[in-house]
């Protein structure tokens, strides 16, 4: 990664303590200059290295360590030491990195996290003993700074992987490092924060080690008083901040990003994220395929926030390719683990009321054999009724997606695309392997994990290699995030949503020919986010919500301006408070 030297900037600070600010520090890299006015003579071997030649011996060090979770703490401490060499290491080696700072390793960690924790960690902790002073600690936290993105959980809904806890803090910083990596956000003007309200998982509450607050989680009214309390301390310490909601349990996802998107600008990954990812990956299928998103038959196995926000948003664009709401919500088909979604299931979730299938659907589409009460009709009974063009997995029910299920996807030669995207990788719906063996490589594949490329027969019935994309949520949060925060936007609209999602559909490979790649290699990832936050940004602009511009070239001038890369700074020795950053 090439990039211009950053400005000048001041310091108060000398010596050790220097080298203890992760935002300043440059290890080896401080020039001579820098070490005699700095107090650093001492303190670092004589050699004055560029940064290209720190990240050579970080790559050694990584590639020397024996497991992912070796290479994730190894860059966790390269974070905490010194941000921009982290950084620099990321971007010169994203397809190395990417897997270890986020999914799929960043889950084992978390999993990790009550007996591997250090401080200090870059992050807050706000617990619900102090809810009377969140206003007080965010304060604290922010200090003379105020953040431009706060990226917060509870942690109840983690990966696939559950209730994790406090250790749910590192979903937000491996998210927050892919934000800068992908598209420039500074360090600096990111907060992670782990609302701690209390763990379920008896392990947890059971372990010594365990740091954050032993009881039961907050529930009801409780619950929401405390979420009411943060938003408020937000508006008051951190006006105008984008808050990115993380990894919510499923009961708590949905109300608490329709409590608060109004009031504070924000967006909720697992719902906006995974369905605008899940989505462009479809419209760009489709269109290499030669077919029409209305035409279609959508199952989704899963109706967990994740599921239900692909439902929703596939709601969205079918009635905007011309359908009415009651056609396009008889196009999707959910099912969760008990069978498809009926009018009549108990418990039925607001988010998939609206796709939840009337007895006399169900009669029509399963006549003789439709349930007259009782459990709807299982994945495949549904599959060879409907005879779906796409199958969708967000349930984390490992290989639900098996064998019967892909011959009836693709009975009379049909092409589908299917999209299992439970994460981590051991979760997924299907292996792309099994999937393209299957259904004689006619199937098309984006996963939630990454998987190695498989061999399959191709159009001619000569053996292929076919690349398989990750569904991956980097695609489409990153530029999201950053194109909102550019140009001040005071909401997170549906409208800028739509925006991200065509501008990745149309630089996804299969778009022009469907034995390509259902998403982009993760190596264009920075060009990808570059393209989604100008869309998002001139959308923002257009529907009259940015603050800080008003036409798309004032926007695109914004992206450039905000944008930050992982360059050393020149610094220079100042006797008076240095200008915040």
Known sequence: MVAEPRRQRSTLLRGAELLNDPLLNKGT????????????????????????????????????????LERYAYLQTLRERNVTLFHRFLADHIELAMPIVYTPTVGQAIQHFSHTYRSPSQGIYLAAPQQDRLEELLAQACGDHSPDLLLVTDAQGILGIGDQGVGGIQICQGKLAVYTLCAGLDPARGLPVMLDVGTDRPELLADPCYPGLRQSRLQGEAYTAFLDR???????????????????GAAHARPVLEAYRHRVPSFNDDIQGTSSVAAAAILAGLRGLGKQLADQQIVIFGAGSAGCGIAERLWRLLQRAGLSAAEAAD??????????????????????????????????????????????PGLLAVVEAVRPGVLIGTSTAAGAFDQAVVEALCGGGARPIVLPLSNPTHLAEITPENLLHWSQGRALVATG????????????????????????????????????????????????????????????????????????????????????????????????????????????SRLDAARWTPVYAELLASEEPPAAH
């Open 29 to 68: 890299a401080f020039s001579r200059a820098e070490r005699q006015a700095l107090g650093l003579e001492s303190l670092l071997p004589w050699q004055v290295e560029s940064i290209e030649a720190q990240v050579e011996r970080c790559r050694l060090a990584f590639d020397a360590m024996g497991s992912d």
């Open 230 to 248: 943060f938003i408020t301390a937000v508006q008051r310490v951190c006006p105008g901040a984008l808050v990115h909601w993380e990894d919510f």
């Open 331 to 376: 196009r999707l088909w959910l099912i969760d683990r008990d069978g498809l979604i009926l009018a009549n299931t108990p418990g039925l979730s607001g988010g998939a009321g609206p796709f939840a299938k009337s007895p006399e659907r169900l009669a029509a589409r399963f006549g003789a054999t439709a349930p007259a009460d009782g459990p709807g």
């Open 449 to 556: 994990s990454p998987f190695a490329p498989v061999v399959c027969s191709g159009g001619a019935g000569q053996p292929i290699e076919r690349v398989i994309g990750q569904c991956n949520n980097c695609f489409v949060f990153p530029g999201l995030g950053y194109g909102a925060v550019a140009v001040g936007a005071t909401e997170v609209s549906d409208t800028m949503i739509d925006a991200s999602i065509e501008a990745l559909a149309r630089v996804i490979p299969a778009a022009s020919d469907p034995e390509a790649p259902l998403m982009p290699p993760l190596s264009a990832v920075q060009v990808v986010s570059r393209a989604v936050a100008e869309a998002v940004a001139i959308a923002a602009v257009q529907e009259g919500l940015a603050r800080y511009v008003t036409t798309p070239e004032a926007a695109r």
